[in-house]
C-alpha cells in the first residue's frame, strides 16, 4: 500500500474493523463467509500487531457477541 504513515495507519484500521464485522455478524456482508473474514482478519493481525494493539483488538476479536 503506497501511503503516507498516517493514512496507511487509518487504512488498515479500518481494514480490521470490516472482517472482524463481517466475522461475527454475517449478514452485514452476504457476500463473505465468516471463515474468510477470520482469514483475513488473522493476516492483517500478523502484520500490523502494533495496529491492533491501538484499537484494543486481538486474534479472538472475531469471535466475542
Known amino acids: 500500500m503506497h501511503a503516507r ?21 454475517p449478514a ?14 488473522w493476516r492483517l493481525c500478523a502484520k500490523y500487531p502494533e495496529i491492533m494493539a491501538m484499537l484494543n483488538l486481538n486474534e479472538l476479536s472475531v469471535y466475542e457477541l
Open 28 to 41: 452485514v456482508y452476504p457476500g463473505y463467509s465468516p471463515a474468510r473474514a477470520r482469514r483475513n482478519y
Open 5 to 25: 504513515p498516517e493514512i496507511r495507519t487509518i487504512l488498515i484500521a479500518k481494514k480490521l474493523k470490516r472482517w472482524t464485522l463481517i466475522a461475527k455478524y
